[in-house]
């Protein structure tokens, strides 16, 4: 095990997306006194993250959850932080309007195959056509003509329609009417080999990052805004108010199982190639 007095740094990496940087506002200002932990703070693409997630790369790391079924040996779920959309997700747009059921017909720009957002759609239709791009390019890539639909997972999902674009899908909306659960899309995840005093110390620093940043939104929204990506504080409230809420602070049972049933679905049609373990750290 390694103890607190023989370890003090802790490797945090995170997406530079507003919403990770609301979350970890607390944390990466120093606005809480963490004691003798220190947090080193990286920042990734959730591409990057996921991948160097499956070579235990980080401390602790936020992932999507569909990378978790390739790492559940290294690594447990710390119990907050999870981005989970209720009754709305990652959305499939097109340049010309198309329906869900022409997604087999339809060639779609995807952010990654590690994606929860990939596995939803895999869940959704597993017979399509697809490109990975990188999430900010994919917009651009369903506009010019590369691709004629893409997976949305970040502010696009926003403003699709006010640059012309048509929905299809809405994932989250799909897997509320089909499971009655919300669509968990990426959470924080914890190197095992820590022990479990340090993992304690540190799921208890998260949460208290989150619980402040919920407390002092404005303050925590302006930090967030050097990672918006050219939205206006509007549209940056909007995003971070999806993706950070109460389901962030605490999932909830709810929010668990949401979690088992999306891994446990992948596994079953066989996207993910074994059962995963789901396990949340104390």
Request: proline fraction near 4%; include cysteine.
């Amino acid at each position: 095990m390694i103890t607190d007095t023989e370890r003090t740094t802790i490797t945090l990496a995170h997406s530079p997306d507003s919403d990770d940087a609301f979350m970890f506002y607390g944390l990466a200002t120093n606005k809480i006194d963490t004691g003798g932990l220190h947090f080193q703070h990286l920042l990734k693409d959730i591409q990057t993250l996921n991948e160097e997630a499956t070579r235990g790369t980080y401390d602790v790391t936020a992932v999507s959850f569909h990378v978790y079924a390739y790492i559940a040996d290294k690594y447990a779920l710390l119990p907050h932080g999870a981005s989970i959309g209720d009754k709305y997700g990652p959305v499939v747009v097109s340049r010309e309007p198309a329906k869900a059921e022409d997604i087999s017909s339809l060639r779609i720009a995807v952010p990654g195959t590690l994606t929860s957002a990939f596995l939803a759609l895999k869940i959704y239709n597993p017979d399509f056509e697809y490109e990975v791009i990188a999430f900010d390019k994919i917009i651009e890539a369903v506009e010019s003509g590369r691709c004629d639909a893409g997976l949305l997972i970040h502010e696009g999902q926003l403003f699709y329609e006010k640059i012309g674009l048509h929905k299809v899908l809405d994932l989250g909306e799909w897997w509320h009417e089909r499971t009655g659960l919300p669509l968990p899309m990426g959470g924080n995840v914890i190197r095992r080999e820590l022990g479990p005093e340090i993992i304690s110390q540190v799921s208890h620093w998260l949460r208290e990052s989150i619980r402040f940043s919920l407390a002092n939104r404005e303050d925590a929204l302006a930090y967030a805004m050097q990672f918006a990506r050219d939205m206006d504080v509007a549209l940056a409230d909007r995003f971070v108010a999806m993706w950070v809420n109460d389901l962030t602070l605490e999932y909830t049972d709810r929010g668990r199982e949401a979690v088992q049933r999306l891994l446990l679905e992948g596994f079953e049609r066989g996207i993910i190639p074994k059962r995963p373990a789901v396990e949340f750290a104390s």
